[in-house]
């Protein structure tokens, strides 16, 4: 199973380390990629979830406290 931020941080066109280019190379080679997954019968299951910024900001917080087991 692949987690989200595999390819949200790389897709995300704002990041600053980011180039052009870069980011261009991404998009191209993320459909290649899928395609070799699914191509041996893998099923693929792609979901989008969007967050506010707020709402990232409460559970990075949330995440923060220590917690007792």
């Known amino acids: 199973m ?3 931020c595999r390819y949200g941080p790389a897709g995300e066109r704002g990041t600053e380390n980011r ?4 980011y261009l190379e991404f998009l191209r080679q993320v459909p290649r990629f899928e ?3 699914i191509d041996p019968g893998l099923h693929l299951v792609k979901l989008w979830f969007s967050v506010s910024r ?3 900001r409460t559970r990075f ?4 406290v220590p917690r007792r087991f």
């Open 19 to 22: 180039t052009t280019e870069q």
């Open 35 to 37: 395609q070799m997954l």
């Open 2 to 4: 692949c987690r989200a």
């Open 61 to 64: 917080v949330i995440r923060q």
């Open 54 to 56: 707020a709402e990232q």
